[in-house]
């Protein structure tokens, strides 16, 4: 495969068309426009990131390539909570979404102690990514995805609660940079 360079930088409302034409290729029942804008107008307590992905050939109207995934984190009274993470279908496994967890996992341990999340019940991928950041299942939300309205989807309707604590302390300042400079190498 062609090299790319990853790039990941806040994501702008005048980017939400792209971010949204990567969930309808990922979700049933894709986040609104309303919901991104209402997300990204809460600056002070919400990180939204996108990643650009750029050959090394030059694109002729865009410096910075195409947007191949994206991701969020809502700082909480408990905890940081990850609220998507998202990567286009024919960009998956070319280390997209960990490097947008890297970014959103340095944006949570800035605000909170703690960082949560719910994935599918039946999402190996998607918990093994979680888990080399340190979250470990910490219960189970039954039938969380089919008060979404995501029942319909073909998918389990529970969802694992994944968490990882003290994040602010060096141990895991420590095992990000590992994970940092593990991803220059690659
Ligand atoms: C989960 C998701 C974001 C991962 O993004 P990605 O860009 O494919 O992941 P990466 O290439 O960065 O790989 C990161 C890790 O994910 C795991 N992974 C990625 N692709 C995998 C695959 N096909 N099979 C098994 N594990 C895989 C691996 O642990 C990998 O780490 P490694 O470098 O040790 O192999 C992506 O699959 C996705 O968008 N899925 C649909 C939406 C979703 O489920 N989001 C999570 C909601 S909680």
């Known amino acids: 495969m062609k090299r790319h360079q990853i790039t990941i ?13 990567i969930d309808a290729a990922c979700y049933r029942v894709p986040w609104p426009k309303t919901v991104y804008e209402a997300e990204l107008a809460c600056i002070s307590n919400r990180c939204y990131l996108v990643a ?12 910075l390539g195409t947007i ?5 984190v809502s700082f909480e009274a408990d905890a940081a909570h990850i609220t998507t ?5 024919q960009w998956r496994g070319h280390g997209v979404g960990i490097r947008l ?4 996992a340095v944006a949570a341990r800035k605000h909170k102690e703690s960082l949560m999340l719910e994935v599918g ?6 918990q093994s990514l979680y888990r080399r950041f340190g979250l470990a299942p910490v219960g189970i939300r039954r039938g969380y995805y089919a008060k979404m309205g995501l029942s319909d989807i073909g998918l389990s309707p529970d969802a694992v609660v994944m968490r990882a604590d003290n994040i602010q ?6 095992r ?4 940092a400079l593990e991803l220059e190498h690659t």
């Open 52 to 63: 650009y992905l750029q050959s090394q050939q030059p694109q002729s109207n865009n410096t």
């Open 9 to 21: 930088k806040q994501m702008q409302t005048t980017q939400l068309n792209e971010v949204m034409a």
């Open 121 to 126: 019940a039946d999402n190996p991928t998607a």
């Open 176 to 179: 990000l940079a590992k994970i």
């Open 169 to 174: 302390e060096p141990d895991y300042a420590s």
């Open 85 to 89: 993470l998202t990567v286009a279908p």
């Open 68 to 72: 191949v995934g994206h991701g969020g």
């Open 101 to 104: 967890f890297l970014a959103l």
